[in-house]
Protein backbone atom coordinates (compact mmCIF):
# COMPACT_ATOMS: atom_id res chain seq x y z
CA UNK A 1 0.00 0.00 0.00
CA UNK A 2 0.94 3.61 -0.69
CA UNK A 3 2.00 5.75 2.11
CA UNK A 4 3.64 9.35 2.36
CA UNK A 5 5.18 10.53 5.82
CA UNK A 6 6.38 14.15 5.66
CA UNK A 7 9.20 14.77 9.06
CA UNK A 8 8.34 18.20 10.75
CA UNK A 9 4.56 19.12 11.45
CA UNK A 10 6.19 23.18 11.62
CA UNK A 11 9.09 24.37 10.37
CA UNK A 12 10.19 27.54 11.04
CA UNK A 13 12.94 29.53 9.31
CA UNK A 14 14.61 32.70 8.56
CA UNK A 15 13.42 35.24 6.16
CA UNK A 16 15.99 34.57 3.37
CA UNK A 17 17.39 30.92 4.66
CA UNK A 18 17.13 27.82 3.19
CA UNK A 19 13.60 26.38 2.89
CA UNK A 20 13.74 21.94 3.18
CA UNK A 21 10.41 20.01 3.72
CA UNK A 22 11.01 16.63 3.78
CA UNK A 23 8.74 14.01 1.93
CA UNK A 24 8.79 10.09 2.16
CA UNK A 25 7.17 7.73 0.75
CA UNK A 26 5.91 4.15 0.45
CA UNK A 27 4.73 2.87 -2.75
CA UNK A 28 5.00 -0.63 -4.32
CA UNK A 29 5.33 0.47 -8.39
CA UNK A 30 7.49 3.42 -9.30
CA UNK A 31 5.23 6.56 -8.08
CA UNK A 32 4.20 9.89 -9.35
CA UNK A 33 4.90 12.48 -7.03
CA UNK A 34 3.16 15.92 -6.51
CA UNK A 35 4.23 18.76 -3.58
CA UNK A 36 0.86 21.02 -3.29
CA UNK A 37 0.79 24.73 -1.04
CA UNK A 38 -2.11 25.48 0.72
CA UNK A 39 -2.93 28.89 2.06
CA UNK A 40 -5.16 29.77 4.80
CA UNK A 41 -8.60 28.97 3.79
CA UNK A 42 -7.92 28.58 0.71
CA UNK A 43 -7.61 25.20 -1.68
CA UNK A 44 -4.33 23.46 -2.50
CA UNK A 45 -2.42 24.88 -5.48
CA UNK A 46 0.22 22.13 -7.23
CA UNK A 47 3.47 23.56 -6.79
CA UNK A 48 5.39 20.96 -8.78
CA UNK A 49 5.26 17.02 -9.36
CA UNK A 50 7.69 14.12 -10.38
CA UNK A 51 6.35 12.25 -13.55
CA UNK A 52 9.78 10.33 -13.65
CA UNK A 53 11.20 12.18 -16.92
CA UNK A 54 13.86 13.98 -14.36
CA UNK A 55 14.70 13.40 -10.67
CA UNK A 56 15.18 17.03 -10.12
CA UNK A 57 12.13 18.97 -10.91
CA UNK A 58 11.61 22.88 -10.70
CA UNK A 59 8.13 24.27 -9.75
CA UNK A 60 6.80 27.40 -8.97
CA UNK A 61 7.25 30.45 -6.94
CA UNK A 62 11.31 29.33 -6.71
CA UNK A 63 10.39 26.43 -5.38
CA UNK A 64 12.23 22.86 -6.28
CA UNK A 65 12.02 18.90 -5.55
CA UNK A 66 14.57 15.98 -6.23
CA UNK A 67 13.35 12.10 -6.33
CA UNK A 68 15.94 9.88 -4.94
CA UNK A 69 14.95 6.49 -5.61
CA UNK A 70 17.31 5.21 -3.10
CA UNK A 71 15.94 7.11 -0.17
CA UNK A 72 12.46 6.86 -1.39
CA UNK A 73 12.11 11.12 -0.62
CA UNK A 74 10.83 14.23 -2.63
CA UNK A 75 12.04 16.51 -0.75
CA UNK A 76 11.00 20.62 -1.20
CA UNK A 77 13.76 22.72 -1.34
CA UNK A 78 14.16 26.87 -1.81
CA UNK A 79 17.03 28.49 -1.55
CA UNK A 80 16.10 31.63 -0.01
CA UNK A 81 12.70 32.12 1.95
CA UNK A 82 9.78 35.23 1.46
CA UNK A 83 7.28 35.86 3.69
CA UNK A 84 4.84 34.91 1.47
CA UNK A 85 5.67 31.18 1.26
CA UNK A 86 4.49 30.79 4.89
CA UNK A 87 1.84 28.59 4.24
CA UNK A 88 0.78 24.35 4.93
CA UNK A 89 2.76 22.38 2.22
CA UNK A 90 1.56 18.58 1.08
CA UNK A 91 3.31 15.73 -0.64
CA UNK A 92 1.35 13.18 -1.84
CA UNK A 93 1.56 10.14 -3.82
CA UNK A 94 -0.05 7.94 -6.91
CA UNK A 95 0.45 5.14 -8.37
CA UNK A 96 -1.95 4.96 -11.51
CA UNK A 97 -2.56 1.25 -10.66
CA UNK A 98 -6.10 0.59 -10.77
CA UNK A 99 -5.22 -2.93 -9.02
CA UNK A 100 -3.59 -1.29 -5.94
CA UNK A 101 -4.71 2.09 -5.71
CA UNK A 102 -7.62 2.57 -8.35
CA UNK A 103 -5.95 5.81 -9.06
CA UNK A 104 -6.38 7.20 -5.33
CA UNK A 105 -3.98 9.95 -4.43
CA UNK A 106 -2.60 9.87 -0.77
CA UNK A 107 -1.31 12.75 0.99
CA UNK A 108 0.95 13.18 4.00
CA UNK A 109 -0.02 15.08 6.53
CA UNK A 110 1.42 18.15 5.76
CA UNK A 111 4.24 20.76 7.17
CA UNK A 112 3.36 24.18 8.25
CA UNK A 113 5.96 26.44 7.34
CA UNK A 114 6.70 29.88 8.72
CA UNK A 115 8.97 32.27 7.58
CA UNK A 116 10.31 34.71 10.38
CA UNK A 117 11.70 38.35 9.40
CA UNK B 1 -11.76 30.88 -17.10
CA UNK B 2 -12.16 26.96 -16.34
CA UNK B 3 -12.07 25.69 -12.55
CA UNK B 4 -13.41 24.00 -9.41
CA UNK B 5 -16.52 26.17 -7.79
CA UNK B 6 -17.77 24.86 -4.42
CA UNK B 7 -20.41 26.51 -2.88
CA UNK B 8 -21.18 27.83 -0.23
CA UNK B 9 -17.62 28.95 1.35
CA UNK B 10 -19.54 28.97 4.54
CA UNK B 11 -21.92 26.64 5.96
CA UNK B 12 -23.57 26.46 9.67
CA UNK B 13 -25.80 23.56 9.98
CA UNK B 14 -27.82 22.41 13.06
CA UNK B 15 -27.16 19.25 14.90
CA UNK B 16 -29.82 16.62 12.89
CA UNK B 17 -29.93 18.38 9.86
CA UNK B 18 -28.66 17.18 6.23
CA UNK B 19 -26.78 19.73 4.17
CA UNK B 20 -25.19 19.48 0.87
CA UNK B 21 -21.99 20.64 -0.63
CA UNK B 22 -21.52 21.85 -4.08
CA UNK B 23 -18.70 21.33 -5.90
CA UNK B 24 -18.40 22.07 -10.08
CA UNK B 25 -15.61 21.58 -12.36
CA UNK B 26 -15.73 23.07 -16.10
CA UNK B 27 -12.25 21.31 -17.00
CA UNK B 28 -14.06 18.18 -18.71
CA UNK B 29 -12.28 16.03 -15.92
CA UNK B 30 -13.45 12.60 -15.59
CA UNK B 31 -11.99 11.89 -11.85
CA UNK B 32 -13.32 14.13 -9.02
CA UNK B 33 -12.74 13.28 -5.14
CA UNK B 34 -14.24 14.93 -1.60
CA UNK B 35 -11.56 15.66 1.38
CA UNK B 36 -11.95 16.63 4.25
CA UNK B 37 -9.34 18.15 6.65
CA UNK B 38 -9.46 18.92 9.79
CA UNK B 39 -6.32 20.64 12.00
CA UNK B 40 -3.20 18.79 11.81
CA UNK B 41 -4.70 15.62 9.85
CA UNK B 42 -4.11 16.35 6.65
CA UNK B 43 -6.58 15.43 4.00
CA UNK B 44 -8.49 12.32 4.17
CA UNK B 45 -11.13 10.99 1.64
CA UNK B 46 -14.21 10.81 1.71
CA UNK B 47 -15.58 9.66 -1.31
CA UNK B 48 -14.53 9.59 -5.16
CA UNK B 49 -15.58 9.22 -8.42
CA UNK B 50 -13.68 7.79 -11.99
CA UNK B 51 -16.73 8.16 -14.16
CA UNK B 52 -20.51 9.65 -14.33
CA UNK B 53 -23.17 7.21 -12.25
CA UNK B 54 -19.61 5.70 -10.72
CA UNK B 55 -17.93 6.31 -7.43
CA UNK B 56 -16.59 4.75 -5.13
CA UNK B 57 -15.74 5.25 -1.00
CA UNK B 58 -13.04 6.26 0.69
CA UNK B 59 -11.41 6.36 3.94
CA UNK B 60 -13.75 8.11 5.61
CA UNK B 61 -17.09 7.18 3.88
CA UNK B 62 -19.50 6.86 6.95
CA UNK B 63 -22.26 9.85 7.19
CA UNK B 64 -21.69 11.02 3.40
CA UNK B 65 -23.48 10.38 0.49
CA UNK B 66 -22.63 11.60 -3.06
CA UNK B 67 -23.78 11.22 -6.47
CA UNK B 68 -22.84 11.31 -10.12
CA UNK B 69 -25.47 12.20 -12.17
CA UNK B 70 -23.29 14.83 -14.87
CA UNK B 71 -19.31 14.86 -15.74
CA UNK B 72 -19.28 18.35 -13.75
CA UNK B 73 -20.93 18.26 -10.60
CA UNK B 74 -20.44 15.86 -7.81
CA UNK B 75 -22.27 16.89 -4.38
CA UNK B 76 -21.28 15.78 -1.09
CA UNK B 77 -24.21 15.16 1.41
CA UNK B 78 -23.46 15.52 4.78
CA UNK B 79 -26.20 13.52 6.80
CA UNK B 80 -26.92 13.72 10.34
CA UNK B 81 -25.07 10.35 11.06
CA UNK B 82 -21.45 11.76 10.67
CA UNK B 83 -21.36 12.45 14.61
CA UNK B 84 -18.62 15.18 14.27
CA UNK B 85 -19.47 17.10 10.74
CA UNK B 86 -17.47 20.47 11.74
CA UNK B 87 -14.53 20.42 8.77
CA UNK B 88 -13.29 22.20 6.10
CA UNK B 89 -14.69 20.03 3.09
CA UNK B 90 -12.14 20.33 -0.39
CA UNK B 91 -13.52 19.10 -3.68
CA UNK B 92 -10.52 17.83 -6.68
CA UNK B 93 -11.11 17.01 -9.96
CA UNK B 94 -8.46 15.25 -11.87
CA UNK B 95 -8.10 14.21 -15.69
CA UNK B 96 -7.75 10.10 -15.97
CA UNK B 97 -5.70 9.81 -19.19
CA UNK B 98 -2.62 8.86 -18.13
CA UNK B 99 -3.39 6.53 -14.73
CA UNK B 100 -1.87 8.62 -11.46
CA UNK B 101 0.73 11.32 -13.81
CA UNK B 102 -2.06 14.08 -13.79
CA UNK B 103 -2.28 16.57 -10.74
CA UNK B 104 -5.72 17.22 -9.03
CA UNK B 105 -7.47 20.53 -8.91
CA UNK B 106 -8.61 21.72 -5.93
CA UNK B 107 -11.64 24.19 -5.28
CA UNK B 108 -11.47 26.83 -3.01
CA UNK B 109 -13.38 25.06 -0.17
CA UNK B 110 -16.67 24.47 2.28
CA UNK B 111 -16.18 25.42 5.94
CA UNK B 112 -19.09 23.57 7.67
CA UNK B 113 -19.70 24.29 10.99
CA UNK B 114 -22.43 22.24 13.11
CA UNK B 115 -24.18 24.76 15.70
Known amino acids: AQSVTQLGSHVSVSEGALVLLRCNYSSSVPPYLFWYVQYPNQGLQLLLKYTSAATLVKGINGFEAEFKKSETSFHLTKPSAHMSDAAEYFC???????????????FGPGTSLSVIP | DGGITQSPKYLFRKEGQNVTLSCEQN?????MYWYRQDPGQGLRLIYYSQIVNDFQKGDIAEGYSVSREKKESFPLTVTSAQKNPTAFYLC??????????????FGPGTRLTVL
Open chain 2, 27 to 31: LNHDA
Open chain 1, 92 to 106: AVSDGNLKTSYDKVI
Open chain 2, 92 to 105: ASRPTGRLGYNEQF
